[in-house]
């Protein structure tokens, strides 16, 4: 499965209702599969994954996209989540950071 990053501004917003809120404003006909084809992705599945903030570990259900042309199936992540992990990207900048600077 490959993801495709959706660019988010709020980088600490880890709730159901804001995910599905940027979810449902993407113009999926205008982004283009890694096959680059563009017009070709709907919505297939759906699938839970957890996220781990400093209030607890959230669990959001994350969008798939399948590409008519070539058969790929994409995630649908916010650019606050990084793939294949449960720590929040701001999260591991602020490790990187603090490692580099101690």
């Not at 699938?47 to 790929?72: A, F, M, N, Q």
Request: aromatic fraction near 8%.
């Amino acid at each position: 499965m490959i993801m495709l990053t959706v660019p988010v501004q709020d980088f600490n917003t880890f709730t159901q209702e804001f995910y599905d809120s940027v979810i449902e404003k993407l113009e999926l006909h205008r982004i283009k599969c890694s096959c680059g084809h563009s017009g070709c992705l709907s919505c297939h599945a759906r699938y839970d994954r957890s996220v781990i903030t400093p209030s607890g570990k959230k669990v959001l259900t994350i969008w798939r996209v399948i590409c008519s042309e070539c058969g790929h199936t994409h995630a649908l992540l916010l650019s606050s989540i990084v793939s294949y992990s449960q720590i929040p990207a701001l999260t591991l900048q602020e490790i990187v950071t603090a490692y580099e600077e101690h």
